[in-house]
């Protein structure tokens, strides 16, 4: 069972605009929430994360919004640039180990594969 | 170095053979975690190590495969006869705290069992 769900397998977004990723988990324990950035033959780069007490956190161009009550947050990426271009993992920790989580063991999606055309 | 650092980038082995994984965390990083990677998939965790001791391994799939840290800094996976199925990208990251808060990763070795 998928407690950190990624639906969007890929997005296409034209540079310049804003790109929105999404991401969906059903662990109600879960209150730390990342997003990781992956390029091809390289490990996951932390990118920005949320504190489950809050709905908002901010750096640069990459915005997290965190709604608890719909267990759902979003990456938004504005302006979006080509180099933007990877696939993006959300991920989640918290809780404990009898529940599924655990609150330095991460939980990843499957990933989106975002694409910035120029 | 500056980052994780994990040895050999790519592995290609003959099924049943025994492989060993090394990760190289960043200096200072108490807490160090493997992840394997399928394709297709996010990366899950195999084992959590705080210091020298496994924290906890309820990750790892069996027990073909087994990770050390005796000095509380480089740590090996290792993995005995290996089968097709181990074929994955096996990810390290370390952390400074161990309680919420970002893993660093390294560039994943690529295992290939054939």
């Known amino acids: 069972d998928q407690q950190v769900k990624q639906n969007s397998p890929s997005l296409s977004v034209q540079e310049g605009r804003i790109s929105i990723l999404n991401c969906d988990y059903t662990n109600s324990m879960f209150d730390y929430f990342l997003w990781y950035k992956k390029y091809p033959a390289e490990g996951p780069t932390f990118l920005i994360s949320?504190?489950?007490?809050?709905d908002k956190n901010e750096d640069g161009r990459f915005t997290v919004f965190l709604n608890k009550s719909a267990k759902h947050l979003s990456l938004h990426i504005v302006p979006s640039q080509p180099g933007d271009s990877a696939v993006y993992f959300c991920?989640?920790?918290?809780?404990?180990?009898?529940?599924?989580?655990?609150?330095?063991?991460?939980?990843f999606g499957k990933g989106t594969l975002l694409t910035v055309n120029p | 170095g500056a980052g994780v650092s994990q040895t050999p980038s790519n592995k290609v082995t003959e099924k049943g053979k025994y492989v060993e994984l090394r990760c190289d965390p960043i200096s200072g990083h108490t807490a160090l975690y493997w992840y394997r990677q399928s394709l297709g998939q996010g990366p899950e965790f195999l084992i959590y190590f705080q210091g020298t001791g496994a924290a906890d391994d309820s990750g790892l799939p069996n027990d073909r495969f087994f990770a050390v840290r005796p000095e509380g800094s480089v740590s090996t996976l290792k993995i005995q006869r290996t089968e097709r199925g181990d074929s994955a990208v096996y990810l390290c990251?370390?952390?400074?705290?161990?309680?919420?808060?970002?893993?660093?990763f390294g560039q994943g070795t690529r295992l290939t069992v054939v």
């Open positions: 949320i504190s489950s007490i809050k």
């Open positions: 991920a989640a920790s918290g809780g404990f180990t009898n529940s599924g989580g655990s609150n330095y063991k991460l939980t």
């Open positions: 990251a370390s952390s400074l705290l161990q309680v919420n808060t970002e893993a660093f």
